[in-house]
């Protein structure tokens, strides 16, 4: 059995995320301390007892289900799950930072700080209201590529995350993602629906926010992980720091490639993933692409205690 871990990313916060987990270990309050340290608020607060309009905001959300992910990572910890057992990190998006701390490239505070940059910079890039994404269910990377092309027409228009074989995000500009709706459903999808985020993320509309994240990057350590991270815009390993700093900056205006990973890491063997931190979303999509693999997702004190079974 190869197990990879890996860590959810936006759209899967909820209001008390992580709470029964700080409740249960003292390891895992810590990391909840720790970032509201770093971010020199009680995002803790927010996250636990706030309001879910707040906590869905692009710079609350990611550095939250990276706190989330992280005391998930602490409690299992405790219970002597370290990460000796993955062969594999990877996160979708925002995700993938979380992979990194979990892997020691980057530490707790370091990965709050620039994910609260990354949000802000991200929310920052294009004017609400004149970008949007557009989930298309249905169709195949290869068909939704054609749809933003054609969608296109001198504005930007990109396949922006692979999910799974048959879930597809597009991004751009608003009245592109418009045409791409239409589009997409003349095209035979079963669904084309535009998503309810505040930004057209990972398209080339993001490359003043790429810009940001490359200056935050280039001021922080990083270290080579102790695990190879599968990359979002390569779908293969990487182990190098450097190159890791890279890669973080394409990521921004990239596509989140998160079928090929799957597929990458089964082929290399990965038979178990462990989706680490808030919800199960991951779970689904890797079961609807490497179906012979067994999930289990960690995110409540009892999640934890069930991996004594593993």
């Known amino acids: 059995m190869s197990i990879a871990f890996v ?67 602490a409690a299992m910890r405790a219970e002597g799950f370290d990460l000796d057992r993955a062969a594999f990190v990877a996160g979708h998006s925002l995700g993938e930072y979380s992979a990194l701390c979990a892997a020691g490239t980057l530490s707790l505070a370091d990965t709050a700080r620039l994910l609260r940059i990354r949000g802000r910079a991200m929310q920052a890039a294009v004017p609400v209201g004149q970008g949007a994404m557009a989930a298309v269910l249905g169709l195949d990377a290869e068909a939704a590529e054609k749809v933003a092309a054609e969608a296109a027409q001198g504005d930007v228009c990109q396949l922006a995350n692979e999910n799974d074989p048959s879930q597809n995000v597009l991004s751009g500009s608003k009245a592109a993602i418009d045409r791409a709706v239409v589009l997409a459903k003349e095209a035979g999808a079963k669904r084309a629906l535009q998503l309810p985020v505040s930004a057209p993320f990972h398209c080339a509309l993001m490359q003043p926010a790429a810009e940001e994240m490359a200056r935050a990057l280039g001021e922080v350590g990083m270290k080579d992980p102790a695990v190879p991270l599968v990359a979002n815009v390569l779908a293969t390993s ?72 593993a």
């Open 238 to 309: 990487v182990t190098d720091a450097g190159r890791i700093r890279e890669l973080l900056v394409e990521q921004v205006t990239g596509r989140v490639r998160w079928r090929s990973s799957v597929e990458w890491m089964a082929a290399q063997g990965v038979t178990e993933f462990w989706e680490i931190g808030a919800g199960k979303a991951l779970s689904g999509m890797i079961r609807r692409i490497a179906k012979d693999s067994t999930c289990r997702a960690v995110g409540t004190p009892e999640d934890v205690a069930a991996l004594k079974d």
């Open 7 to 73: 860590f959810p990313g936006q759209g899967a916060q909820t209001i008390g995320m992580g709470k029964a987990l700080a409740d249960s270990y003292p390891e895992a309050r810590a990391v909840f301390d720790a970032v509201d340290d770093a971010l020199g608020e009680k995002l803790s607060a927010l996250i636990w007892e706030g309001e879910a309009e707040a906590l869905t905001l692009t710079e609350n959300a990611q550095p939250a289900l990276m706190a989330t992910s992280m005391a998930a990572l």
